[in-house]
């Protein structure tokens, strides 16, 4: 029985341990390591959405620096109840602004921001890219591609937008997003980012009732 003390102790701490790491970090912790981490080679995100589900599978090769963020973000439930704030038919569908102001405002200071990778696959559709203000500015704002974007997004500003991954599966749940808010000519006052960030959702769900959402994204399945 003594013998067997050590066993049952190192093994309660290796379940303690497996349960620390399953379990997610605060996203207002943005220095906590979990949040650099190195990504799969590749893996599968299921996202859930208020339209139905859809499967991206991401390529590190493709975007490493992009693939690390999102696969970071997923990991720590960054994309729940995350609005599709700006869907313009025929183009693209942006999301990745928080729900909640305070994550939301976090994550978009400076010292959130990426470096840039170079745009190695196009912009094509059913690709997911990073949005970007300018070179080196990707915090958590991505887009999918709606249609064969890869003359206006390839090279734009100088730098380009580099697509992390492919959907493989729901990509006519895309097409059924809500986009009136942000499509017509003229183009209609669709929501505020700034406005996002400083109030959440409730300010979308306010004023833009109709907004599609990610209900959940988890990653389903990976390769190292």
């Known amino acids: 029985m003594k013998k067997r003390v050590p066993m049952i102790v190192a093994l309660l701490a290796l379940v303690a341990t497996v349960s620390a790491c399953a379990k997610p970090v605060s996203l207002l912790d943005v220095a906590n390591p979990r949040f650099a981490a190195v990504a799969p080679d590749s893996?599968?995100?299921?996202?859930?959405?208020?339209?139905?589900?859809?499967?991206?599978?991401?390529?590190?090769?493709?975007?490493?620096r992009g693939a690390d963020r999102f696969h970071s973000l997923v990991r720590e439930h960054f994309f729940e109840e995350v609005a599709f704030h700006r869907?313009?038919?025929?183009?693209?569908?942006?999301?990745?602004?928080?729900?909640?102001s305070a994550v939301a405002r976090t994550w978009a200071e400076r010292e959130r921001r990426i470096q840039d990778d170079s745009?190695?696959?196009?912009?094509?559709?059913?690709?997911?890219?990073?949005?970007?203000?300018?070179?080196?500015?990707?915090?958590?704002?991505?887009?999918?591609?709606?249609?064969?974007?890869s003359v206006g997004l390839d090279t734009y500003g100088g730098f380009g937008f580099a697509p992390i991954g492919q959907v493989t599966?729901?990509?006519?749940?895309?097409?059924?997003?809500?986009?009136?808010?942000s499509s017509g000519r003229p183009?209609?006052?669709?929501?505020?980012?700034?406005?996002?960030?400083?109030?959440?959702?409730?300010?979308?769900?306010?004023?833009?009732?109709?907004?599609?959402?990610?209900?959940?994204a988890r990653v389903a399945r990976k390769w190292d």
Not at 43 to 64: N, Y
Not at 121 to 145: E, I, V
Not at 169 to 181: M, N
Not at 194 to 202: F, H, K, L, P, V
Request: glycine share 8%; aromatic share 10%.
């Open 43 to 64: 893996f599968d995100v299921e996202m859930v959405t208020t339209k139905g589900t859809l499967t991206v599978r991401v390529r590190r090769d493709w975007s490493p």
């Open 119 to 149: 745009v190695r696959t196009a912009n094509r559709r059913g690709t997911l890219s990073f949005a970007a203000a300018g070179p080196n500015t990707r915090s958590t704002q991505m887009f999918f591609n709606l249609e064969n974007n």
């Open 87 to 100: 869907v313009i038919a025929g183009f693209v569908a942006q999301f990745g602004i928080h729900g909640d």
């Open 187 to 216: 183009a209609p006052e669709g929501p505020s980012q700034d406005s996002i960030q400083a109030r959440g959702n409730e300010y979308l769900l306010r004023k833009f009732p109709q907004l599609d959402y990610i209900k959940s």
């Open 169 to 181: 599966a729901g990509l006519e749940i895309l097409d059924r997003l809500y986009a009136d808010y």
